[in-house]
């Protein structure tokens, strides 16, 4: 670990007496002046668009940090979301979803029963009657909710369902492609997943013509250009949009490619990361991995520990810190990581392995 990491044994002693939030507590090893802000926060989202939501420690409401670890918009809310496209969505304390701006102000008021994060422009919300429709960023219902299901915007177009059928549907809210079948996904990188009658998977594309025959028992998103298929023999590998296999089926599992690299697991259970030629580029040796995420990826070795390596596989920040509930990943995002120490405090540390803010 660098020499300007602050260890959890001493910022957990400085955090014991810090005074208010927002001041901040000095912090000093050799000759290296660190101060991390004092906190009431105990949970906090990834960091978008250069802010994170955060939930406080005493009345779980919430809140957002900037990088600095400085609350920034208080802790006003029941929930909240991530700032996508300039805009988080947040609930109030009688249950209605609404958006607010980085300032912290009320952009879109909160009337609706569920709110979703700003996908191309638009964003799903749900009303009182359990409809699905979508907004503009003004807050303009410029799709009715009208829906029994409903999807985010991807590529172009959204998922939505009357509940007899599942139709694509442009941002104009026109039908585009029709489906009698309901196991069928959203767009990503021009074409959709579907399953047939047998449960096998293939793709359409956007003309809603199958370009890709249901021929493999499961298969993933495109991402990167390719996706990830399982083969009759339940053996993993890569397609590319033609259909054609560019990476043989012969991993146990396998994800999807991110940053140029994908994890896959080897017969004796061990995570490593291939390239798009399918070379094994940092080996099967991890216990568990996530995906690359701006240039480092989390992994976790025996001790079930986790830190971060690079694309050469060097570990480049130390392997202690603790596993996560299920559902929550190591990963960075805008250039910051969330990370749980032993003793279940939480922290924000930069690409150095510094930590950043600290949580109660």
């Known amino acids: 670990m660098k020499q300007r990491i602050i260890t959890s044994v001493i910022a957990l002693s400085l955090l014991a007496s810090m005074p208010a939030e927002g001041q901040t507590t000095v912090i ?12 009431l926060w105990y949970f906090g989202l990834d960091f978008s668009e250069g802010l994170a939501s955060v939930v406080n420690y005493n009345n779980f409401k919430h809140g957002f940090i900037n990088k600095s670890g400085k609350l920034v918009i208080p802790y006003n809310w029941k929930y909240s979301g991530s700032f996508m496209e300039g805009l988080a969505w947040v609930m109030d304390d009688n249950g209605k979803a609404g958006y607010i701006d980085k300032t912290g102000t009320l952009a879109i008021p909160c009337k609706w029963k569920h709110a979703n994060d700003f996908s191309e422009g638009l964003a799903l919300v749900t009303d009182d009657a359990g409809k699905h429709g ?72 956007k003309s809603g013509k199958i370009v890709i025959p249901c021929q493999w028992m499961s298969a993933s998103d495109f991402s990167e250009g390719l996706a990830y298929v399982k083969s009759i023999d339940g053996k993993y590998g890569y397609i590319d949009k033609t259909g054609n296999v560019i990476i043989p089926c012969k991993w146990k599992y396998a994800g999807s490619f991110s940053d140029g690299l994908a994890w896959v697991v080897d017969e004796s259970g061990k995570y490593g990361f291939i390239d798009k030629s399918g ?6 040796k991890w216990r568990v991995v996530n ?25 480049v920040i130390s392997i202690k810190w603790k ?4 559902g929550h990943v190591y990963r960075f995002s805008d250039g910051l990581a969330d990370v749980t120490d032993i003793n279940s405090k939480n922290h924000y540390i930069n690409k150095k392995g510094e930590i950043i803010a600290s949580g109660k």
């Open 28 to 39: 000093k090893r050799s000759s290296t002046v660190r101060q991390v802000p004092k906190s």
């Open 134 to 205: 979508y907004i503009d960023i003004s807050g303009t219902e410029v799709i009715p909710c009208t829906w029994k299901k409903a999807e985010n915007f991807s590529d172009g177009l959204a998922l939505v369902s009357d509940g007899y059928k599942s139709y694509y549907i442009d941002k104009e809210g026109e039908i585009v492609i029709t489906s009698n079948n309901g196991n069928i996904y959203s767009f990503c990188e021009g074409l959709a997943r579907f399953k047939d009658e047998n449960w096998n998977e293939g793709y359409i594309d």
């Open 279 to 284: 070379n094994l580029v940092i080996p099967c």
């Open 291 to 315: 995906d690359f995420k701006e240039g480092l990826a989390g992994v976790s070795d025996e001790s079930k520990k986790y830190g971060f390596i690079d694309k050469k596989g060097r570990v």
């Open 323 to 326: 596993e996560k509930p299920v």
